[in-house]
């Protein structure tokens, strides 16, 4: 359908009456009705081709009917939604589906705690427990990181705008420079390093280091293999606890099920949300080495930790995990996105920057900023959805669903490719 012609719903009633606070409704500006895997239709019948995915909360797709069966069966048995952290079928299918298909091939016995059932509160998580573990306060970060909206995770988040947003100081913090970030040429975990050896540095021991493999809401920045591994190896030796953030780099998205695979590397705790909960469904888990579990019971809690429709949800997204074949599948994607990434950087170079990310997270950042935020607009009119990232949202973003299907994801990125076109006709206008 051709969305540049057919005419848009009006948004009067959330411009009223919605918050302020409110965002990707202003930058794609429709009323959705409608979505199957990468697809999603509004109210007037524009389709539009999904490269935002939810933010990475969608890897299986809108309306996956293999989730969605299980979810309709378990709904018309009575099956139980709201459980608090109680025992039920769900749950148990869910944990014991996760520890035979993700921890038992990797050789690990972390203990699985349910959080609050969001990304920031599986973080919180986190740094509460590694603060008790260790009786200490500090925790390492990184530049341009991002680990969430509330007081604890946006004190180690170092988005400006973000962190001015709470209100008051955040401490406890000590952030240090990501992999690249002064450059190929400067080797950031050996500054790391010297700081933490040297007594005159004014860096306490900290209780924990928290990171992301690759940094999506910074900018599609990549840690190598070699910087993760000699990170590990010094939280070892000097006993901080490495926190791994795979929110919305894990369950796939970077190819492995998660982004620090390629590593060989075991953090001492995990986060994940987003898709873990399969169906977009709200959920979150702290994976937490036994030794470290050390909580009293009820001293972090949370009403919604018992989302049975999440549990279910997430049980099933999991059989795509029973063999390397999805795996490969993403690959294959992979490598057309890169592809064609390349072809669109080498057909506009004055308006092109470089080429980040891995497997279905990559992007384009561009030398003039807001281009990124220009070209989502061009590419929302003509049906594609994708977002920006990054300090400056310098960083056009492609995040579309792992299962989507390959001629629409030619689609998709064909009209990228005549977005781009738009974008460098009007910068030769100027």
Known sequence: MNNQVMEKPTLTVFNNLESEVRSYCRSFQTVFEKARNAKLWDTQGNEYIDFFAGAGALNYGHNNEKIRDKLVNYLMKDGVTHSLDMATEAKETFLTRFQEIILKPRGWDHKVMFPGPTGTNAVEAALKIARKVTGRSTVLCFTNAFHGMSLGSLAVTGNSFKRQGAGVDLSNSVFMPYDGYFGEDVDTMAYMEKLLDDPGSGIPLPAAVIVEAVQGEGGLNSASRQWLQRLARICQDKGILLILDDIQMGCGRTGPFFSFDDAGIEPD??????????????????????????????????????????????????????????????????????????????????????????????????????????????????????????????????????????????????????????????????
């Not at 170079?349 to 980040?356: A, D, F, K, W």
């Not at 990054?390 to 001629?407: C, D, F, Q, R, Y």
């Open 269 to 430: 705790i995990i986060c994940l949300s987003k898709s873990i909960g399969g169906y977009g469904l709200p959920m979150a888990i702290t994976l937490i080495k036994p030794e470290m579990d050390i909580w009293e019971p009820g001293e972090h809690n949370g009403t919604f930790r018992g989302n049975n429709l999440g549990f279910v949800a997430a049980a099933e997204a999991l059989e795509y995990w029973r063999t390397e074949d999805f795996q490969l599948d993403i690959g294959i994607r992979e490598t057309q996105i890169r592809q064609s990434l390349e072809g669109v950087a080498k057909e506009y170079p004055e308006i092109s920057g470089t080429i980040r990310g891995r497997g279905m997270i990559q992007g384009i950042a561009f030398d003039k900023a807001e281009l990124a935020g220009r070209l989502s607009e061009i590419a929302f009119e003509q049906g594609l959805i994708l977002e920006t990232s990054g300090p400056h949202s310098e960083v056009a973003k492609l995040m579309p669903p792992l299962t989507i299907e390959m001629n629409t994801l030619t689609q998709g990125l064909g009209i990228l490719k005549n977005s781009m076109k738009q974008l460098e006709a009007e910068e030769s206008s100027l």
